[in-house]
């Protein structure tokens, strides 16, 4: 019988490595809503060449957030 699904409580802590899932394997619809978080990003991993197009707007930047000693 062909294994057809894992649960999470079927996979041993640190069973599944970076080096395990090949290159562009996860996507965004494999990215559950809200699950990435400002607390799991570490800092300077998001760079220009990481936003997409118009990702950033107006409208997402908190008032008061960018200051004259930010620019």
């Known amino acids: 019988m062909a294994l057809t699904?894992?649960?999470t409580d079927g996979v041993k802590d640190n069973a599944v490595t970076a080096g395990k899932i090949p290159a562009n394997a996860v996507g965004t619809s494999e990215?559950?809503?809200s699950a990435?978080?400002?607390a799991k990003i570490a800092s300077g991993n998001v760079d220009t060449t990481a936003l997409g197009t118009d990702?950033?707007?107006t409208v997402k930047i908190q008032?008061?957030?960018v200051?004259?000693?930010k620019l």
Request: no cysteine.
């Open 63 to 65: 008032d008061d957030a």
């Open 31 to 33: 990215i559950a809503t």
């Open 67 to 69: 200051t004259a000693a």
């Open 36 to 38: 990435v978080t400002n």
């Open 5 to 7: 699904k894992i649960s």
């Open 55 to 57: 990702s950033v707007s």
